[in-house]
């Protein structure tokens, strides 16, 4: 076995499928928000997942309290 993509444990809760496409990405301060597509059947999930590396402060973006779902 070899482990060619990280596995963070998602699995699609309708299909059982391990594989997603990430649709969206947004760096929070600490985190990092991706919106994922399951590859099989659709269905869309949000994940947070730590952010890593350099941890550059986003001071500039106003809080526009976006909404999705
Ligand atoms: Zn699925």
Same mark, same amino acid.
């Given at each position: 076995?070899?482990?060619?993509?990280?596995?963070?444990?998602?699995?699609?809760?309708?299909?059982?499928?391990?594989?997603?496409?990430?649709?969206?990405?947004?760096?929070?301060?600490?985190?990092?928000?991706?919106?994922?597509?399951?590859?099989?059947?659709? %269905?869309?999930?949000?994940?947070?997942?730590?952010?890593?590396?350099?941890?550059?402060? %986003?001071?500039?973006?106003? %809080? %526009?309290?976006?909404?999705?779902?």
């Amino acid at each position: 076995m070899k482990p060619e993509e990280k596995q963070i444990g998602l699995v699609c809760r309708y299909c059982g499928c391990r594989q997603f496409y990430v649709v969206y990405t947004r760096q929070r301060p600490g985190k990092v928000m991706r919106r994922r597509q399951c590859r099989n059947c659709g %269905a869309r999930f949000t994940t947070w997942e730590k952010d890593v590396g350099g941890a550059k402060p %986003a001071g500039g973006e106003a %809080a %526009a309290g976006d909404v999705y779902g």
